[in-house]
């Protein structure tokens, strides 16, 4: 038989009056009991009242009357949020590349790599996969959240003591005072019938206080939760005259010797070695010979010699006094004017097959300066591409010897230098067909054999005739 | 607490009759009483025993990683031409452990096997440890852990974004999402048990910690409408996910050429390697906590003998996937491939190979015997080979083929450091640290999941009976 | 929401096909008998007007149809051993559908036997690699010699048709002789048989696959191609099942046996390894486009080429993305005709899925679909269903005394 019991402390106080009138709660021994209850209190036309129940008592939201709840839709807005989410950041940050952006934090970063397109839909799909594996979840589970209310820690239900075996074996129903058909009598006594164990009334406090436990560590938490940005942000805004730390002490200090240190492990304890018998250091020549040979240039003279260092110190007075002729890029040498091997048509045959491997690409067969990687670029019309000069402009015919091998051996302005690629003797081969080319577009009529210069009229003359 | 009911065999298979899930005249006040009971009766020494040796492990963990830090990863065994040496292989034994929880939870719950109940909040704690402990080995293998941050999808200050065509980016992202998932899917089921946690608390600390937990959980029949919903719906979401999981750890293997790596059966091979050595590791451990802890009556020798079954059929479909490599290696022609697979076999490294190829594939067999699969001691014993033997798969994988590079010139022959040796018994010292504090601090068992497959007064017909006369051994 | 008993007389539950059987078989056996004449005919005028081989036409259309058919046979013994092996109650009311289906894998053994001529008569029509000059120009399928030659590629399909025979009609003995007796114990022994039986199928239908589709390109190969043509049979199965369920119910059979619940499980499954199949189907492309060995991407690059590119992309959507949305709601898996109209849909997308598989080894330059293909594979389902039916027609439609028929009948979803 149940029983309206109103809770004792409410008695205590005496003064229902101040307190808040939540709402009517009954217990339930069994499950079957809540489930017909809930029928009935259901077909009464109530609308705000709820059951309560340590697990989802089956066929409760029919017996209650609950609609199907909307997180389903919520979820499948998540995933299609993290799908797109991960497609556009891939795309956008591995497949393309804005060039300047007043922001670079905001272009991609488009690199190549194993030969694969820059937007790979395939190689997207697992991360594509897993993001909307991942915003659904939330979706499921802050909506949940959200959608139960859940995260408000205070229910007057609480206050109960009964109530507290609703999450372990009893049933409870409470019917919400802010129901429209609310009576506080006519619900205890209607639940009671309905065959509740006990029915009891629920009163509020009008402002339920926070505990002061939660306060304390609610404040605690955002001080410490403070702490790691403030220290970031000190230390950015802070200057350092000490070292920075080094966590990694192998990687930053790593153990080699320097110059006059002592080294137990050769002999005679010196951590410098001598010069290796026989070697030769780089830039250093045996002979003016040499020099000649492999830099193309000519070891200077005494008074040569003098002059540069007149030169140096006035450099070093004052830095706007420099030799100023020379145009940028363009080397600088004693350069020889000599070919310092051995002249024959071998090394003319050997020249003319290294200048076509080589040269010829840009400089074109004849030396014109129209190889065909010029006219490709030309016909990209690349802003970049210096058009290749030709090999037969005065100033080109009248640089020394040496300074031809330089360039072929260095470099010269964007001209990359091909000393890996050609041997030094072929250097000089290619200086000699370079020569030839230069020649044959520039000789004097008395210098052509006579029967060349016969045929090269008739050519001529056939020529006119045919424009 | 009720007694055991020494005399219920509930392996006994009647056809028609659902064996009942709990036994022993259970009541939902019983199953709260056994669960919460492990939380608020007097921590029993052993406990104290058993985390006094997981914290000095988990610290010689870090005094290793310390080590490692300051140090580089010279450290390591790493060499030319094995550059994946012991962590990786940790990170995927543990990767895959980790599998157990999610599967139990989520596809279990899909297929509607409801004695997933009283193993699952366990099982997903595991899972979660072991993804905390496989999280931790690529982390610290990068070499420069205090800029692992680069990792994410954050313009550097180089101004570069992580390459995403790299499997071993959709890895951070694979092992991230699955490692939040199992949190958020592991804490939602624990709401309601927290809360029946905060209503039995004692002290004011206890009330406070499980009251904030619990999110002012009241078992309102709206909110456990959408609670169900929301849970089934994030089974549904972690059934795909726990195979992409261990599928993205695969295809940091496989989309390489290396032969032995490069095999396209290796995904569904290592999902079913992952829920394979995670039951072992589910059985490992709940044979002996559902002793101490007295949890015979919801973990039934029932649930043992099922959960040997799973281990039976992952075990033969590894068997499976090591059959087919071996014929698609000699199948196909290519010399690399085929000699890949005679060197795993018969080269300098055959004898890991045949640990894994015993413990993976024959111990398990064992289970088709009926003692095996009722004897818990027994099946404890095979677990644990289970264990040894998905680490040994591993490290076949890894070292074994890196070893033997294209270019025999390279050769080499991979030796642990006492760091590798150190680390991977430390990481058992991380995983046991924090199992045994989930153990005395949150419910164990999924009570309110519990007391829903308890024989209802009205229920589902076929779940009805509590110990029919067949099942009196 | 107590459970109201749900009566349902046995009678109802036992009544087999009978006469709507045998008549239902005379249709199929008229679609079977035609279908084939139809494609045959079809072969021969096409080699008149387009100057192609009958005989590979019309044996690659023939091979396509019947792993079509098979492949839906492999997933229904999957299916009914996996259901013993799990103890599962919710599915007895369909399971007998499925039975039928397994217990008539004998037929596919008398309908392999063109193949297996083909495959004999050691030209190289259909399997390259029986022709002797193929092999001596090709070293690796030369090295592969022991594996794939006539000899033993007979032996092994014996081997298949015996295993998958064997156990199907051993599957539907339980069931039928349990409709007799009622002995729990056969539900035991069924279980018993399913464990090991799972594993005979998994491994037979892996090599069955090798053998009769991926040894078309015999130089190629893929771990993961067993898989792949199994997940593309349950698909199949459940599509199948699904169908099989609407079409009783609408002539008015097991209607109230089963529900709405039981089409919600079978399209919850049908869509799951939809998602099952695209995952493996999607690994194994990863794989080898990543790695982009040559030996391995001649396989797709055939079938990235010659508008096979588009064959893929349609599968892709049509075996995947529009039945993954098309699935997602709870009606259609529920609603009778909804789930009909997916099911035909995805049956189809297999259908397209073998096409892709097997037919580029014939025509790498084109898509050869035709009307022979359709007649093919309508006349191998005809002869396969009107075995069916002859089996089919005298049981009942659903194994009326299981132990646990009366689970599945009360049951519903969560």
Known sequence: MATVVEPDREKAAGEPESKRLVGVVAEFETQDALLSASEKVRDRGYSRWDTYAPFPVHGIDEAMGIQQSKLPWLVLGGGITGCTIAIAMQSYLNGVELGDLPFTILSGYAYPTSGKPLFSLPANIPIAFELTILLSAFAAFFGMLVLNQLGRLYNPLFKLEKFARSTNDRFFLGIDSADGKFDKDSAASMLSDLGASSVETVYDDESPAIPPMFRTIGVIVVVLALIPPVCVAWTRATTWTTPRIHPVQDMDFQPSYKPQQRNIFFADNRAMRPQVDGTVARGEFESPEDEELLEGTLPPSAVEVREQLIQFASLLQDSSGGNAAAAPGEPQGNWTDSIPVQVDQKLMARGRDRFDVFCAPCHGLAGDGNGLVNQRALDLKQTTWLPVPSLHTKTTRNRPNGYIYHAIAKGVRKMPGYGTQISVKDRWAVVLYVRALQLSQNAPEDAVPADELTKLQSDNATDDASN | ?473 | ?414
Request: hydrophobic share 50%.
């Open chain 2, 1 to 473: 607490m009720s007694a055991i009911s020494p005399t219920l065999d509930t392996t006994i298979e009647v056809p028609g009759r659902r064996t009942p899930l709990v036994i022993g005249n259970n009541d939902y006040n019983s199953v709260t009483e056994t669960v919460a009971g492990v939380h608020e009766r007097k921590t029993p020494l052993g406990w104290y025993i058993g985390f006094g040796i997981a914290v000095t492990w988990l610290a010689i963990l870090g005094a290793c990683i310390g080590y490692l830090i300051t140090t580089g990863v010279g450290v390591w065994g790493n060499m030319n031409p094995v550059f994946w040496g012991w962590p990786i292989v940790n990170f995927v034994f543990w990767v895959g452990i980790g599998h157990a929880g999610t599967l139990i939870s989520a596809i279990l719950f899909l297929f509607r096997q409801n004695w997933r109940t009283s193993i699952n909040r366990f099982a997903e704690a595991m899972t979660i440890f072991a993804v905390v402990c496989a999280g931790m080995f690529p982390g610290i293998h990068i070499g420069r852990i205090w800029v692992s941050y680069w990792l994410a999808p954050y313009p550097n200050q180089m101004a570069m974004w992580p390459q995403f065509r790299s499997p071993l980016m959709w890895d951070v992202f694979a092992v991230s999402t699955y490692a939040t998932v199992s949190i958020l899917f592991w804490y939602m089921g624990m709401i309601p048990d927290l809360a029946t946690f905060r209503d039995r608390a004692k002290n004011k600390i206890a009330q406070g910690l499980y009251g904030f937990f619990s999110l002012g959980w009241t078992g309102s029949s709206r909110n456990w409408h959408v609670y169900e919903k929301a849970y089934g719906l994030l089974a549904a979401l972690a059934a795909p996910l726990v195979l992409s999981v261990h599928t993205v750890v695969s295809f940091d293997f496989a989309t390489s050429q290396l032969p032995g790596w490069h095999t396209t059966i290796f995904p569904p091979y290592f999902v079913a390697g992952a829920i394979f050595s995670g039951f072992g590791m589910v059985l490992t451990l709940i044979i002996p906590a559902r002793a101490w802890f007295g949890l015979q009556d919801l973990v039934t020798l029932r649930h043992l003998e099922n959960m040997c079954k799973v281990i039976i059929a992952t075990g033969s479909m590894v068997g499976y996937a090591y059959g087919m490599e071996f014929f698609i290696a000699w199948y196909s022609g290519a010399i690399y491939e085929g000699f890949a697979f005679q060197n795993r076999a018969f080269g300098p490294y055959a004898w890991a190979y045949w640990i894994m190829i015993s413990c993976n594939v024959i111990c398990p067999q064992l289970f088709w015997i009926p003692w095996f699969r009722k004897t818990p001691w027994a099946m404890w014993v095979v677990s644990i080979f289970v264990n040894i033997g998905m680490w040994f798969e591993r490290f076949v994988i890894t070292v074994t083929s890196l070893s033997r590079d294209f270019l025999p010139s390279s050769w080499g022959y991979f030796t642990p450091t006492w760091i590798d040796i150190l680390m991977l018994l430390g990481s058992f010292g991380l995983f046991f640290t924090l199992f045994l504090l989930f153990c005395k601090f949150l419910p164990i068992v999924a009570m309110s999941e519990v007391k829903n497959v308890l024989p209802h007064d009205h229920g589902d017909g076929e779940d009805g009976e509590t110990a029919p006369a067949e099942y009196r051994a």
């Open chain 3, 1 to 414: 929401m107590a459970h109201q008993d749900r009566h349902i007389s046995e009678d109802e539950l036992a009544r087999p096909l009978g006469d709507d059987g045998t008549a239902a078989g005379r249709t199929a056996l008229l679609i079977g008998i035609g279908g084939l004449v139809a494609a045959v005919v079809i072969a021969v005028l096409r080699s008149f007007f387009f100057s192609e081989s009958v005989v590979d036409r019309f044996l690659f259309s023939y091979l396509h149809g019947f792993c079509f058919w098979l492949s839906i046979g492999i997933g229904a013994l999957l299916y009914v051993m996996v259901q013993h092996v799990v103890r599962a109650g919710a599915s007895v009311v369909v399971r007998r559908l499925a039975e039928f289906l397994a217990g008539n894998m004998w037929i596919f053994a008398i309908l392999f036997v063109p193949i297996l001529i083909a495959a004999a008569s050691g030209t190289g029509v259909l399997f390259k690699w029986t022709n002797a000059g193929y092999v001596e120009t090709h070293e690796l399928v030369a090295h592969k010699q022991p594996y794939l030659n006539v000899p033993f590629f007979t032996v092994r399909a014996i081997f298949y048709f015996a295993v998958w025979a064997g156990l199907g009609w051993l599957m539907l003995s339980f069931s039928t002789r349990q409709d007799k007796s009622g002995d729990p114990n056969l539900t035991k022994r069924a279980e018993r048989f399913s464990a090991v039986g799972l594993a005979l199928v998994f491994i037979t239908a892996t090599f069955a696959s090798i053998d009769w589709i991926m040894s078309l390109d015999a130089e190629w190969f893929s771990t993961m191609f067993g898989v792949y043509y199994i997940a593309g049979s349950i698909v199949a199965f459940f599509a199948t099942m699904s169908i099989l369920v609407v079409l009783l119910q609408e002539r008015g059979r097991l209607t109230d046996a089963i529900t709405e619940e039981h089409r919600h499980d079978l399209g919850k499954l049908l869509h799951g390894f939809i998602i099952f199949w695209a995952y493996i189907a999607f690994s194994q492309y990863l794989l080898i486009w990543y790695a982009s060995i040559p030996e391995e991407t001649t396989w797709y690059f055939v079938r990235q080429n010659n508008g096979w590119q588009y064959v893929a992309i349609l599968l892709l959507f049509v075996h995947f993305v529009i039945p993954f949305f098309g699935l997602m709601n709870r009606a259609s898996k529920r609603d009778p005709k909804q789930l009909m109209f997916w099911s035909v849909w995805i049956l189809a997308a297999h259908w397209l899925d073998l096409h892709y598989l097997i037919m580029p080894n014939m025509a790498p330059e084109g898509i050869p679909l035709g009307l022979i293909d359709i007649a093919m594979t309508l006349g191998i389902g005809g002869l396969a269903f009107y075995g069916l039916l002859q089996t089919a027609s005298n049981l009942p439609l659903v194994p009326i005394r299981d132990p646990r028929l009366k689970e599945s009948l009360h049951f519903h979803q969560i």
